[in-house]
């Protein structure tokens, strides 16, 4: 039994500590807007915030958070309020959607630590994040967007 | 958490619906609405109402465009709405069954009725039908309020859900008539005459966002992948390395299951690993079932299998390549011709000067995000059947479903869910048939979900290619003959796009000469438009240059291009300011493309690492006559996804085979383009033309390469003749 805080919220999983942390939160406790896209850090769908910091669920160890905050894209704003998710919307940047999770959290993580980043700081932040559809235009205007806005 | 336990009958839902019910039936000539009673009279209606009106005015639009991010799902309701004047913030919209006899279009290559959403076809194939469906329901609408108001309904009018009567104010909302209205036997005819012309679109061709936006930034949206039964177990499957397809598309009823069947394999050992449940044999390989996915995948992953020989054993791409050149120069090699013009040995005879071009393309991996997967629950009984899956061809997975557990496709319910990426991919339902099975054995609701490197080790790929193009001109240097050969694996998959009826060329003769290796293949974005285009421009611009023309009035001079294609290259050439001087160090290139009806001509500007090897696009253009634009945001946004997916594929990807295994396993070796790789611009722009709709998703995708090509040329004097055009292949083609 590993337990943390998910989305403000105290979770127990009974899983082996081994298990990936993207498992646990999608099958275990049921959050499914976190995406299993390679399952070995290459593509970013995934991508979920531990104690601030964005990191890829399918390579962390649901033991290794045990008394940690995880913050997935279900706790990242009540009712999609983040200035990112309405950036998004505004942008019309999803296609098949499959990636955005990841991006978005991605993204927030950047503009947490840099309120107004370069266009080259967002390219060098998200480069590691694949969306196959080619939404990076939209994916940097929507940031670009999010920065001024909020 | 989403758990989904439904089941409820179809007649219920329309027994149950109050309001006005339009369902539909299917004539000679497409999709019709008919009345609920009619609906209801006919045996073994399971028949859901295309449009139905709530008495509060909520107005429920049943959409067969399944949406991979394409926009179609939003499109043809949109469609609807347009021509029943309802007022767009009432429509709801929810995914039509998978029952193509109901919801299906007219195959335009065959008598059957399909739901495949590929070609990007889905508007282009829905719109005159659709606009139809709705005129009929504004017409009863009418009808209901003029008996009404006792009044000749050819005096009312509409307003957005609301009808109107000009003579003295008096209005109903479609909520309102939908309280006591009645839909005749037999509907209203609608003359397509009577449609709205296009200064009159309310929603066609406005700013209308996406249905499904708001649902992909919070993670709400329902893919497959995210589907919860009561009681389901999780299936992780291990196939044959070594492929064993059929010529041709894919297809698990032409394969022969005994040939490839895992012979042995380490089963105590995987059944006693945590969570096991079972390790079920499928034709081509094992599935682990276990109660977490985790458990499933360890346990896939510490399979040992010895397998049967299969039929791409021994099989290495690179050495196939060489030896489609061998099958190119053997007169007696099989040909299937594919366009026979004029007199081409005359004009090859006559000529004042001939020309001739070889080039290669590789494999090609859809590497849609989401991996293939997908739900089944069988009933205890076995008669009951429910799929959930994210599919481009719902009718396809049903049948596939059924024919794996012998069972009539009536006794299999599919639900559609949102697909991360399909990409030609997801319409065959194999993975599908492949969960039935395995749910069968097990005897519970199953999750499948194929790992990244079994999506990659399974893929079915566009295919790789030889081709040669030879061509003779006359002596004012006008091209008099084209012959152009294709030579590879995949059948109709290889010659997409090999046509140029965007020229005028008299004198044409274009050949298939296949080969099989039994690779597993299939339509990817465009497919066999991607190495054609790439091959045909790249030997067009060698033309031009060799001529000293401009190489777009070369294409109008001396290729006799069509009005069409001279419009959008017209266009092209002002939006890129395509004569202008480019920065030191840049080159531009320009190359046309036609797609599902459209057409397109882009340009790029590149420049090169001459030290990597590396090509740098900084800036993109295309002009595209699209016929009208039904949805001008979304359509944007297939073509920028296009450009990307081309660019993407043209200088990264590459699938390689060896020994009939695929080489590649995951992101780090099979490299996608990531945002550092993004051109600083993007310009779409659509040709203002009145013309039905053509399709829109793939026309960004097959003039990268030539475009690409064109412009290396420029800068380097040098031709890239081998798709992709990786770092390594463009340092050993600067070198040559």
Known sequence: ?150 | MTIIDRDISRRGVIAGLGGMAFCIAVGNDGVRLMSQARANALANAAINPWVRIAADGTITILSAGAEMGQGSMTSLPLIVAEEMDADWSKVAIEWTPADAKVYGYKDPFGTENLMWIVGSRAVQLYFTQLRIAGAQVRKVLIANAAQKWGVDAATLKTEPSVVVNPANGARLSYGEIAAFGTIPPTLPAVDPKELRERKDFRLIGKSVPRRDTPSKVNGTAQYAIDVKLPGMVYASTLHSPVHNAHPGIWDAGKQDPSAIAPESWNDAEVRAMRGVIAVVKLANGLAVVADHFENAKAGRDALKVTWRKAKAEGFNSDRALEDYVKVHADPNAQAVKLEQKGDVAAAFAAAAKTYHAEFRSDYGYHAQMEPLNAVVRINDAGGKVEVWEGSQAPDETRKAVAKALGLPPEQVDFHQCYMGGGFGRRSLGDYAAECALIAKEVRRPVKLIWTREEDIAQGMFRPQSFQCLEAATDASGKVTGWKHCVVGDGEFLLITGIKIPYYGVPNQAIERRGVSHGIKLKHWRAVGHVFNTFAIESFVDQMAVDQGMDPIEFRFERMGATPKARKVFETLAQMSDYKAKRPEGRAIGISITERSGSLGAGAVEISLDRASGKIRVHKVWVAVDGGVIVQPGAAQANVESGILYGLSSVLHERITISDGAVQQSNFHDYNLMRMSDLPEELNVKFVDVDTRPTGLGEIGNPFIAGAISNAFYRLTGKRLRHLPFTPERVLETLKA
């Not at chain 1, 060098?124 to 806005?149: F, L, S």
């Open chain 1, 1 to 150: 039994m590993v337990s943390f805080t998910l989305n403000k919220r105290q979770v127990s999983v009974d899983a082996d500590p081994s298990t990936p942390l993207l498992w646990a939160i999608r099958d275990h406790v049921g959050l499914t807007g976190t995406k299993y896209g390679c399952g070995a850090g290459l593509c970013g769908a995934c991508t979920i915030h531990i104690d601030g910091t964005a990191q890829r669920s399918c390579q962390i160890d649901v033991g290794s958070v045990a008394g940690k905050t995880v913050v997935t894209i279900e706790g990242l704003s009540p009712s999609s309020s983040h200035p990112l998710q309405k950036a998004w919307v505004v942008e019309e940047v999803p296609q098949c959607g499959y990636c955005q999770s990841g991006q978005i959290m991605k993204a927030a993580e950047l503009l947490a630590k840099n309120p107004k980043p370069s266009r080259a700081e967002i390219i060098t932040h998200m480069d590691g994040n694949i969306c196959r559809c080619g939404t990076y235009h939209r994916i940097i205007a929507a940031i670009e967007r999010a920065a001024r806005e909020a």
